[in-house]
């Protein structure tokens, strides 16, 4: 199994993020993220201010934001962001970063390794790669499986990972795990209160990882 630095948990993924991108070349993924909105995404990105490609611009203006939707990109280079369309499993910006941020994405994929190793390229040598993903073993799942005998489960995700196991497939594709923050920024109720003892029940974590 691999050895993994364990740093806490976080309330906040900024906490982790920001002194990554402050003053650093970043690149961020997935920045339209508009498929769990029932309204259209003209709307969503008009009137929602919490994206997290919002905040990391708020601390550097200069990111950059890639995402697959066309559409959405539009807007967003309309509002005035720093955008461009592509797929991060096979895009070649031509251009290396000191971060990239792939917030809550990996698990929409349906290639993984490629998107790794893909990203792997876009580092500097010294750059960070920042992944955020659900836990499959979070408390809550416990509950769901002995009230419905099933986890729930998102309908557009391909794949689940968890600390080590996301190591390991960073290992193969050209990265090295460098540590791991849990995620929790909702308050523990009585279907997750595991967590208040074991950390790895926690809802989501953030894997660090540099080039090999």
Known sequence: MEKLLFKG???DRMDVIAPLVRGKKTLDLGVVDSRREK????DRLASKT?????????INPDTLGLDIDEGGVKILAEQGYNVTAGNA???DLGEQFDTIIAGEIIEHLDNPGAFLRNMAKHLKPEG???ITTPNPFYAKQIWKIWRYNQPQVHEEHTCWFDPFTLSVLCKVCGLEAQEVHWVREKSLGLK???ALFRSYFSENFMLIAKRK
């Open 9 to 11: 948990v976080t309330k």
């Open 128 to 130: 960070t790669l920042v």
């Open 39 to 42: 309204h259209d995404t003209k």
């Open 50 to 58: 919490n994206l997290l490609f919002r905040k990391i611009c708020a």
């Open 192 to 194: 997750s209160w595991q």
């Open 89 to 91: 499993i096979d895009v």
